[in-house]
């Protein structure tokens, strides 16, 4: 007999569903807010919600239910104990893709998506933040999938201009969040501008268009409906549905016992300012000494990372009491040490927590005593939020620490601080139904356009190799961040073959900072694609997401205070991935795999995308234009220049077949930039294939797509004919038959390259912006279109019939 959801929350979890859980999966729509009090599941409410809707409703609501859940949290901190929570419920429902190791509690230790037993109905759970360590996850959109990372991960790549990953990939992971994904925006409180963002990125996709349901939901204790009103979302606002407490779940034993629990509350006067810095921060710790009790919790959170470590430097030495520190600018591999410890038990002499913003929501922490800076109101609400969470502690108490807001309001407005003392100073007691009711405001910095989402669509640098910047649309504020991570065995400059970092070994440092520390002698160095070298990094070539190596011998990190520039010791290294370093303009790692001749590899493709389509709806058009370009994505690979990489010097292979992938390592074409994406674009052209055709067949590596043009360092012929990445105009490709497509010889004509219309009709540029505005595609259904072939491609390319 089937189970009923109650049945299938309490497998997942040893819980009976709150009613409104409940309502969350059986609901004829989804909501588009949640607003639900701190403590009450609203992460499980999501994820066995959407889960409950995807695979055991009834098929209608199946089929309008995404196939991707994306959980965008504000901090870094959430990310991994919401993916420890999602891994834990699917394992016990038998659903988790890969291979999980838990302890005896259930709490998980590892998990690794891509391990074990390959089962398409299995869901996998793929983490991205800062450095991904699931850098594969976009080649399957055929499958369901959980994916979990912070707004500034997701929300870059729901941009086209994914931090912290191959800049080649960025229209991949485009095409996938921004279709067929349940968009789940939690804590929306602490996103700042990202909030307008996810709100104006949903107006778009409803205005543009997607393949498959693309839908938002905005979960909070705190959200109103008007925090979403921008400029694009606001003729919607009176549309959206608010899903929130009823009567069944205030009536709820557990719901009735954590609304009414008591949260005293009272100013504290450590007897001096934070001006006052160390003074200040060793008062601060000596009272938080003196009111801390044995065998239980106390959780301190300051404004700044500088005054956290103060504080727990200060702190340090009292062997009675277990001490943490929490703060953004740890590596992963030492803070998931630390937020691991906070699940430990207590000991006799209890546990000191020191902690900035990125406890403030989501993590499950039941302090006794809160003690807090004046933050703004939201942010005290989540605060609140980790004392007496379980609502059974009659002896648990907050503090509060006045902050003048014309000196100390950094990182937050002044205008924000003044409001919340004054919101502060009317209340005795903070518990869940004394703040029931509360209006918050909430005010939007920077907002992203329809124009600017088009615009972005351009993956193409400048002519100086710079990007668009679309930081103020991510976080407000002048300070971002770059991830920097140390290795050693070099001084001057790294070499060339370096490895990329893994996730555990990337730490987050303020553009400020590590601008500082360039300018104090400090060394650091940036992978540059176009040349693949491993270039000085300047103080004035800073931007957010950019990663950097530092030398581990010359210090700036320590393991129980993070970012530490002022520290001199060596730097232990962390490093857990092995390769090559990150990708250059003039790659192609994926035709360095197995011998696979042409025909062998793109019947493999043409076999995945057949696949994709039996799962993805798409119009018949566009269908077989994804067909056709199936079978013409690789012909370029006919061209000599290919071929001779293919089979090296001297021949490693039948020089009579026209061969796609090799066994060889290390090759490198004999014209500088050559890309047989272009020269299988302009055969398409050619031979009258649509422009969509030839779209979709040059961008499969995502290095040809809106503009087509010649690098600095190409080598130009010396009878003047037209170039551009290694193709010149003239080349020829040999007649060919691949998968039933049959080709004449080929002479390229480059005239598309050039601006206007040509003998061949408009140009590259033209016809390729044109595609992107047509009504029945958009910027969304043409990402999406490339991500199916690159992903077949990627696919396809280490498998041998």
Not at 24 to 36: C, K, M, Q, R
């Amino acid at each position: 007999m089937p189970l009923t959801f109650s049945e299938f929350f309490q497998k997942a979890t040893d819980l009976r569903p709150y009613p409104y859980q409940e309502r969350v999966a059986t609901g004829n729509e989804l909501p588009d807010l949640l607003s639900i009090p701190t403590g009450l599941g609203k992460t499980a409410a999501v994820v066995l919600g959407w889960l409950w809707r995807r695979r055991f409703a009834e098929e209608a609501v199946k089929t309008a239910t995404p196939r991707r859940l994306v959980i965008c949290l504000p901090m870094r901190v959430l990310v991994e104990q919401t993916k420890n929570n999602a891994v834990r419920w699917l394992s016990r429902l038998d659903l988790l893709g890969g291979q999980v190791q838990m302890d005896e509690t259930g709490d998980v230790l590892a998990y690794d998506p891509w391990s074990g037993t390959d089962d398409p109905a299995r869901l996998r759970v793929h983490l991205l933040m800062g450095g991904d360590v699931d850098i594969d996850w976009d080649e399957f959109p055929e499958r369901d999938a959980v994916l979990i990372g912070t707004q500034d991960v997701l929300l870059s790549r729901a941009l086209n201009r994914g931090y912290a990953m191959s800049r080649f990939r960025w229209p991949m992971a485009f095409g996938m969040v921004n279709n067929d994904c349940l968009w789940v925006m939690d804590e929306v409180q602490l996103m700042g501008t990202g909030l307008a963002t996810t709100a104006q990125l949903q107006a778009f996709r409803d205005a543009l268009g997607t393949v498959g349901p693309c839908r938002s939901l905005w979960t909070s204790a705190t959200i109103e409906k008007d925090w979403l009103a921008t400029v694009d979302m606001a003729r919607h606002i009176d549309h959206l549905d608010t899903l929130t407490l009823a009567d069944a779940d205030i009536d709820h034993t557990a719901v009735k016992r954590l609304r009414e629990a008591s949260k005293p509350l009272e100013r504290m006067d450590p007897g001096c300012s934070p001006q006052d810095k160390k003074t200040y921060s060793k008062k601060l710790a000596a009272e938080v000494s003196r009111r801390h009790e044995p065998k239980s919790l106390t959780l301190v959170i300051v404004n700044t990372v500088d005054r956290a470590i103060q504080i727990y430097e200060a702190l340090e030495g009292q062997a009675d009491r277990d001490l943490l520190l929490l703060h953004s600018r740890f590596r992963p591999y030492e803070r998931e040490q630390q937020v691991r410890r906070l699940q430990d038990p207590l000991p006799d002499g209890g546990r000191i927590v020191i902690s900035t913003q990125v406890v403030e929501a989501g993590v499950d922490l039941d302090a006794r005593l809160l003690v807090t800076e004046l933050a703004p109101w939201a942010s005290l609400v989540q605060r609140f939020g980790r004392c007496n969470r379980r609502g059974t502690d009659d002896r648990a108490r907050v503090l509060w620490i006045d902050i003048d807001e014309d000196r100390f309001a950094p990182p937050y407005e002044a205008r924000q601080l003044t409001e919340a003392r004054e919101r502060l100073v009317q209340y005795s007691d903070v518990g869940i139904s004394r703040l029931a009711g509360e209006k918050l405001g909430f005010s939007h910095g920077n907002v992203v356009r329809r124009k600017d989402v088009l615009q972005l669509f351009d993956t193409m640098p400048d002519l100086t190799g710079n990007d668009i910047d679309i930081s103020g649309f991510i976080r407000e504020g002048v300070e971002h961040d770059v991830l920097v991570f140390w290795r050693d065995g070099f001084e001057e400059t790294p070499p060339r073959d370096m490895c990329a970092p893994s996730r555990a070994e990337l730490c987050r440092v303020p553009i400020g900072e590590i601008r500082a520390w360039l300018k104090n002698a400090g060394r650091a160095w940036h992978w540059q694609a176009l040349d693949k070298v491993w270039e000085r990094t300047r103080p004035d070539h800073l931007f957010p997401g950019l990663r950097m190596v530092l030398s581990a011998s010359g210090g700036g990190y320590d393991p129980s205070r993070g970012w530490s520039p002022s520290s001199r010791r060596a730097v232990s290294v962390v490093s857990t991935r092995r390769g090559g370093p990150a990708d250059g303009q003039n790659d192609d790692h994926h035709s360095a795999r197995n011998w696979q001749t042409l025909e062998q590899h793109t019947a493999l493709v043409v076999k995945l995308i057949d696949d994709f389509l039996k799962c993805i709806r798409l119009p018949e058009q566009q269908q077989q234009a994804l067909r056709q370009a199936t079978r013409m994505h690789d012909v370029g690979k006919a061209h000599e220049v290919f071929q001779r990489t293919m089979l090296g010097q001297p021949p490693a292979n039948d020089r009579d077949i026209l061969w796609a992938k090799t066994e060889l390592r290390n090759t490198h074409h004999s014209r500088k930039g050559f890309r047989h994406e272009l020269a299988s674009a302009i055969a398409a052209l050619q031979h009258g294939c649509s422009d969509l055709v030839a779209y979709l067949v040059a961008s499969h590596h995502g290095r040809v797509r809106l503009v087509v043009r010649s690098y600095p360092h190409e080598t130009p012929p010396d009878d003047g004919r037209r170039f551009a990445m290694g193709i010149l105009e003239g080349d020829r490709l040999p007649a060919l038959v691949v998968c039933g497509l049959s080709l004449p010889e080929t002479t390229m004509n480059l005239s598309p390259m050039e601006l206007g219309d040509g003998p061949h009709g408009p140009s590259w540029a033209a016809r390729m912006l044109a595609l992107r505005d047509q009504m029945e595609l958009g910027p969304f259904r043409l990402a999406f279109l490339e991500s199916l072939l690159r992903a077949a491609d990627h696919r396809g390319s280490g498998v041998i019939e």
